[in-house]
């Protein structure tokens, strides 16, 4: 039983942090480039899960429900985590850019106020 858990949680991670990983490198870049590497990501990322899953469950003995529940429920987790991830980040960036703006409207930004 906890092997199968162990494993889902394993799988439903790596692919957690693979996903991280992929939005850190892209951010930066351009929208067209962001969308590419995301979502040709997330292709790559489900279809390995998928084949690591059906290996797991050909050449070993895991619980193949403890081990899908777990895979679902981590998965979940990561993914409401990517969310907040990227919304938390683009607010940020949104507040720094009206906060250059209204900056630069009083004039000179690097101008010491006395």
Do not use: H
């Amino acid at each position: 039983m906890w092997e199968g858990v162990f494993s889902g949680v394993a799988l439903a991670a790596a692919n957690g942090i693979a996903a991280w990983v992929t939005i850190r490198v892209s951010w930066g870049q351009s929208s067209d480039f962001f969308i590419k590497a995301f979502l040709g990501g997330m292709m790559l990322r489900l279809f390995s899960v998928g084949l690591i899953a059906v290996l797991l469950f050909k050449f070993t003995a895991i619980s193949k429900g403890y081990f899908t529940a777990a895979l679902c429920v981590t998965f979940v987790f990561f993914q409401v985590a990517e969310i907040v991830m990227i919304v938390r980040r683009r607010t940020a960036e949104q507040l720094e850019g009206s906060n250059e703006s209204a900056s630069e409207a009083d004039g000179n930004p690097d101008e010491v106020r006395g």
